[in-house]
């Protein structure tokens, strides 16, 4: 499950979609949950439930519809010109970073949520019990620059090493997850150890791969954007980007283009195998085999759907982002689909995702049949 801030309500809808789907053939369909920014909170939080599958997402889901903007980020006045005035300034003096992050948003409502409402001991219980064979996390290591995936479980010695990118195994706690959440820029680093970690779509060259380390032979994606669909969406007038559509786009390109861009490697990996008459071999040496992907990703444009809930926000965002011209009218990606953390747009989004995964049961039943 990728990221895409408040986006990622919608992967609750799909979840209760397969929860329904596959309650009868499976008492837990998903043995290996990977998640990056709040994909990685749905991931994390459905691990962590010692419940049915279908009781675990429907508590997911009651999760959603209680937060609140409230509970993400403050959003008052005086703290986001504070937050505003040290971003502006690091940019000419990086000792303003030293000892405390710098971010536009404050995001210490939402660790508190967390810890209140996950308790990630469950995690441990649920693999020895068999329920889950591995759970994994990925963030961002601002200090040396590589792609790292926490994960727990999985198969022995299963940690790996890649061009800037690694699987480090060990206990999943609350740090970790408000690494792989905190959007650069917008919500502060999180020190793990010696170092800083932000948002885990950073620099996630293979979105994918954690989930075949960890011994997934097929994966299953809930996008937070569309894959490969094209929405038709008039704009007003065509004009010099702003700062708030430069922003949008780099958070989309982050969230979205390197997924986009394995899934297209993948298919034309199984394209090679399945015409290769000789056995290929990764550099481990382990024989190379086809593996099965199916994709569920929304029918509708999510940034058209955040216009019509633009009006939740707090009132001290929404005069940011009309300012920067962060808005999808003025041709650029909705940057409130990302802080949009309001009952009445989750719920929008659990319906939509409710819907689209109801639509595709069949083929959803078909894929996890396959062997």
Sequence with gaps: MPG??????????????????????YDYPFPVLCGTSAGALNAVAIASKEQSFEQSCAWLEELWL????????????????????????????????VGRPVALLDNAPLKQFLREKIDFSGIGRNLKAGKLSAVCVTAMNYTE??????????????????????GIPTPLQLRHLLASTAIPTIFPPQRIGRNYYGDGALRQLAPISPALHLGADKVMIISTTGHKRNYDQPYSRIHSPAFGQVIGHLLNSAFVDSLETDIELLEQMNQLLKISNSELKNQEGRTLRPVDIHVVSP?????A???????????????????????????????????????????????????????????????????
């Design 305 to 371: 759907l955040a216009d019509e809930h633009f009006k939740e926000l707090p009132t001290s965002i929404k005069t940011f982002l009309r300012v920067s011209g962060g808005g999808s009218s003025s041709g650029g990606v909705n940057i409130a689909s990302y802080l949009l953390f309001t009952p009445k747009f989750c719920q929008h989004l659990i319906n939509l995702g409710y819907k689209d995964g109801k639509d595709q049961a069949e083929e959803i039943l078909a894929f996890l049949a396959k062997d």
């Design 4 to 25: 895409g801030g408040a986006r990622a309500a919608y992967q609750v809808g799909v979840l209760k979609a397969l929860a329904e789907i596959t309650k009868a053939e």
């Design 299 to 303: 029918s509708e444009d999510i940034d």
């Design 66 to 97: 209680n937060l609140g903007t409230d509970h993400v980020y403050r959003s008052d006045w005086s703290g986001i010109f504070r937050n505003a005035w040290r971003l502006i300034a690091s940019l000419f003096n990086s000792g303003i970073a």
């Design 145 to 166: 620059r590589v792609s790292v995936s926490f994960y727990q479980g999985g198969p022995e010695n299963a940690e790996w090493q890649r061009w800037r990118r690694q």
